[in-house]
């Protein structure tokens, strides 16, 4: 983990950059709805932006983002890998709800992956999305880049989910034909964020959506000559200040993570330039933690950083899970504002976008999110409904990492554990967010109640295969209590 320390963890400065002041939105005359930019990075970690602490990454557009907005450093997604993550922020519901448990295998690969997982082949194309209710109150929408939410023979297209122009890979549907080429990964993020600006100025005149899915910093990673310029001399450094053995690999990552920066101060560039910069919500964040080394595809390039955290991708420790955001909206999300005590997560999307853009959620729909627009303007409060995940498959990488099946984040306290409660793990994140001091035994109430809130959930999801690897800790660290 390059560039960290402990006692860097939520500090309250933004990009290393002193004397900024937090500025409140001040009142304003009624304005049309928002338009909305999401823009999701694929297998970026919480520690992997400059304004995150990182000290060698070079993303100056993010972090002029996060200076013209705000930075949350308690953000979950609910899912440590692609598809259910990118599931949750589109329904506003667990992935669970929908059996999409791991990733939407293509099936002309090997037609019996999703099958033997317990999963559809897709997305259910009824499902409540936020496009969807966007598209029904007027607004444009769009969709660029990855999409991963069901491919391969007989998947619908990402239109029938709400979106009225897409491009995607991944999918079906419109995309490009050069995807599979050798250059097209180091090219996408421009690519898409082409697609993306042309979106955008064909609806400047009415509000307009639009997911902006990188398929950066996902391996395999091979950037352009161009793009690794600026890492050529790099040599990364570990806490201790040594010298770490993974110097092409870092060149590698960083050079991928800094083309996804570029590609967004593009994008910012054209708001700009269209005159919709305050007139648009933009929000980034990843689907997932970094990918582990030991990964086929990502033998040279899986340096991305968890920042302090135990876990990584896969993992139900806060390196899986827990991740950038940022979000700017001038004139009613705070600039230069760092929110490090509100928790806050990827099925709060739909309830939040919704209340901003002033569209009613239907009655029938049981959301798993709460409404957080009040957060996003600017003030606190703690959140109302607990957070709960499960990962049903192996964990890859270092013992440390390998959580167990289920975990739920409920005020202060986090807690993991195994259906069976083989491996039952407390931690009070705010005091111990590295996960490192099992409070099971000393706090056997919380423990307890937390763990049947745990099962009484697990209850009411479909039914599954769990891999037999799942939720074990072959060296038994921390400790496990039954």
Known sequence: MPGFGRRQLLRNTVCATPGLLLRRASSAPARRPPNIVFVLADDLGWGDLHCYGHAMMQ????????????????????????????TAFMTGQYPARYAVHGHFADRDHDPKVNQRRGMPDWLDPRATTITRLLQRAGYKTGHFGKWHLGHGPGAPEPGAYGIDTHRTVVSNGPGWADWRTQDFWARSSRLIVDETMQFIENNRDRPFFANVWMLLPHAPLKPTEEQIAPYR?????????????????????????????????????????????????????????P?????????????????????????????????????????????????????????????????????EVPSNIELDGEDMHEILQGHSRARRR???WEWRFAVFGHVLNRSPILAVRDGEWKLLMNPDRSRVELYDIPRDPSE?????????????RLSNMLLKWQLTLPPGPVEPAAGRNDYGWPGATK
């Not at 972090?63 to 890998?81: C, H, I, K, M, W």
């Not at 005159?275 to 929000?283: I, P």
């Open 233 to 289: 001399g790099l040599t990364p450094q570990g806490l201790d200040g040594n010298a770490l053995p993974y110097k092409a690999a870092a060149q590698v990552f960083y050079a991928s993570v800094t083309d996804v920066d570029q590609q967004v101060g593009r994008l910012l560039a054209k708001l700009e330039q269209l005159g919709l910069a305050r007139d648009t919500l933009v929000l980034f964040s990843s689907d997932n933690g």
């Open 386 to 388: 607990p957070l709960l």
């Open 436 to 448: 490192l001091t099992n409070l099971a035994n000393r706090e056997p109430e919380v423990s307890e």
């Open 59 to 86: 993303t100056p557009n993010l972090d002029r983002l996060a200076r013209e907005g705000t930075l949350f450093t308690q953000f979950y997604v609910n899912s440590p890998v692609c598809s259910p993550s990118r």
């Open 291 to 359: 990918e582990e080394i030991q990964i086929r595809d990502a033998g040279h390039s899986g340096v991305g950083s968890a920042g302090p955290f135990r876990g990584r991708k896969r993992s139900l420790y806060e390196g899986g899970i827990r991740e950038p955001f940022l979000v700017r909206w001038p004139g009613t999300v705070p600039a230069g504002r760092i929110d490090n005590t509100s928790v806050l997560s990827a099925v709060d999307f739909l309830p939040t976008l919704c209340r901003l853009t002033g569209v």
